[in-house]
């Protein structure tokens, strides 16, 4: 079984659980890639796509990362500025769902909270001041993960999934 963690991070945070993953894969058959405008899709029975999440969704290049990927299983993981609650994380999935071809197998969605820009943050605080002190809160917490628990975490989403699928 070939596996392949195709990752875009745009602080480090999805960079840091991509590297957990591949890291756990329990087969010399594996690829990391971190994807770019130029870079292509390698072939792979399992996925592992990691991204940033911005307003409940993906970038375009992993919207089309994954419309390029027609086979196969496909697990996502994804670092954001919320906490990730149960509720948070099914909106990601619904979201991420569109992306998905109808002849992949989802396999699952790992999430934990991520460092934000300067920019993000004070963004986010900008559009909502009547909760500032809450937002603040937020982010600095944010701001010592992903921790070594989220990698772990991260790490023992990936073997789940590996255990599903063998």
């Not at 399992?46 to 290049?61: E, I």
């Not at 099914?90 to 071809?101: C, D, F, H, T």
């Not at 603040?136 to 701001?143: P, S, T, Y």
């Amino acid at each position: 079984m070939k596996y392949a963690v195709l990752y875009q991070s745009d602080t480090g945070n999805t960079e840091s659980l991509a590297m957990a993953i591949y890291d756990s894969i329990d087969s010399q058959n594996k690829e990391l890639v971190k994807l770019d405008e130029d870079v292509e899709i390698p072939e792979a029975d399992v996925y592992f796509v990691g991204f940033p999440v911005h307003n409940q969704n993906c970038s375009f290049m992993i919207m089309d990362c994954l419309d390029k990927i027609e086979n196969g299983g496909v697990a996502l993981f994804a670092t954001c500025g919320m906490y990730p609650s149960e509720k948070y994380i099914e909106k990601i999935e619904i979201a991420m769902s569109v992306w998905l071809s109808d002849s992949v197998e989802y396999l699952g969605i790992y999430v934990c909270q991520g460092r934000i820009t300067t920019e993000q943050r004070n963004a986010f605080i900008e559009d909502m001041p009547q909760v500032s002190a809450k937002l603040e809160e937020m982010f600095d917490e944010g701001e010592i993960h992903p921790d070594e628990e989220d990698l772990r975490e991260a790490a023992v989403f990936a073997s789940n999934v590996q255990n599903v699928i063998n």
